[in-house]
């Protein structure tokens, strides 16, 4: 009886070992995932098309639309082409944090992009 009373003993350390090292290693895993976009979207309104991804200046998106259906995560960046004009309203999801903000500004050369 004392051989099976020390074979749960060990079973239960293992168990109990095994739950604290997974919790201890998805910890991390969770934390970056939280703040791994730092993305950076490009808009266009001349040369960019909604069907694009936005993730580059050469695939950047056109609408204002495309913009306020996007969830943005904190450090995303949402880049307008200088000198561009859009109509309607600026309404972008999600929301940053105090150390990663979502940056809103312009790329290229140009005046300020306005709508």
Known sequence: MSGLKNKRSWLSIGLIFTLMLGCTLSIPSLATKAFANNATYYVDSVGGSDSNNGLSDGSAWQSLAKVNATTFQPGDKILFKAGS???????????????APIVIDKYGSGGKAHH
């Not at 109509?87 to 150390?99: A, F, R, V």
Request: charged content about 0%; cysteine-free; proline content about 7%.
């Open 85 to 99: 004009v859009w109509s309607g309203q600026l309404h972008p999801l999600g929301s940053g944090t105090s150390g």
